[in-house]
């Protein structure tokens, strides 16, 4: 056998022992994710569960913010974690709480963010800068999210352009529920959100991801809880996610793989 088809196979047999291994303890593991990854993972888990013999039980909610579904919210009230997956800065400030094992992050997919309309409607030119403005400018109604995007949106994005001021009033963050139920429901004109919280949604057309000049690249991140029952089942699930296995599903979903490079 070819070296290169040898070590192919050695490489799918360590993949499989890692997972296959862990069915002798088969554990319940406890996962908090944000909306960017929650598509693909709720996908790839069936065909976790059914290779390690362990159970995911999930519990949703956004990587920031005040709301009773924040992650850091339900991590101070103590609901059971092992694994938590979200906005990678948003890992990293929980590291530094002490709330994350320190060297168990690993980035799972960049996500851009998109505009959305309701369906039905005209879609604005969003080719470029200058065209995102004014059809900000003519909007009546604008949402964001509360998380990651939203922050970007509206902290970044309008001084970018130079319209804070004129989206005072009719540009609102959108606190736990998706950005494209507000547009579906006809409750705002334009929404931005990440791709993949937008593409579960119906009723709404994605217009397209914003222009590389205004674009902003999330990083999503999965990493171990400080007060992990199940910290080994838990870096099962986190390389499952990371594997070429796992990467169709998630490129599905409106999210970009990170494929990490093995040392040479």
């Known amino acids: 056998m070819p070296i ?10 360590v993949s ?26 709720k996908s790839l888990v069936p065909e976790f569960e059914r290779r390690s013999g362990h159970k995911v039980t999930i519990a949703y909610g956004p990587s920031m913010g005040t709301t009773a579904n924040a992650i850091p919210v339900r991590l101070e009230r103590g609901e059971p974690a092992d694994v938590l ?51 900000l400018i003519a909007a009546k109604t604008i ?50 959100q990440q791709i993949s919280e937008l593409k579960p949604v119906h009723g709404i057309d994605i217009v397209g991801p914003l222009p590389a000049g205004l674009q902003k690249i999330t990083v999503f991140s999965a990493g171990i809880a400080m007060a992990a029952k199940e910290p080994e089942a838990g870096k099962t699930l986190i390389h499952f996610l990371g594997s070429p296995d796992a990467r169709k ?5 409106g999210l970009d793989p990170i494929v990490r490079r093995s040392p040479n």
């Open 4 to 13: 290169t088809a040898r070590l192919r196979t050695i490489g799918l047999a």
């Open 16 to 41: 499989s022992a890692i997972l296959l291994t862990t069915s002798v303890h088969a554990a319940e593991i406890h996962v908090m994710i944000s909306g960017g990854m929650t598509a693909a993972f």
């Open 85 to 135: 997956i979200m906005v990678g800065y948003a890992l990293s400030d929980l590291t530094t709480k002490g709330k994350v094992m320190p060297d168990s992050r690993a980035d799972l997919a960049n996500s851009p963010i998109g505009v959305a309309v309701k369906s039905g409607t005209p879609h604005p030119d969003i080719s470029n800068a200058d065209a995102v403005k004014r059809m």
């Open 143 to 192: 949402a964001y999210s509360d998380s990651a995007s939203g922050v970007y949106v509206s902290t970044e994005m309008f001084d970018k352009l130079g319209i804070k001021e004129e989206m005072k009033g009719k540009a609102r963050m959108i606190p736990a529920t998706p950005v494209g139920e507000i547009v579906a429901m006809g409750e705002a004109e334009i929404g931005f």
């Open 249 to 253: 599903t998630i490129a599905e979903s």
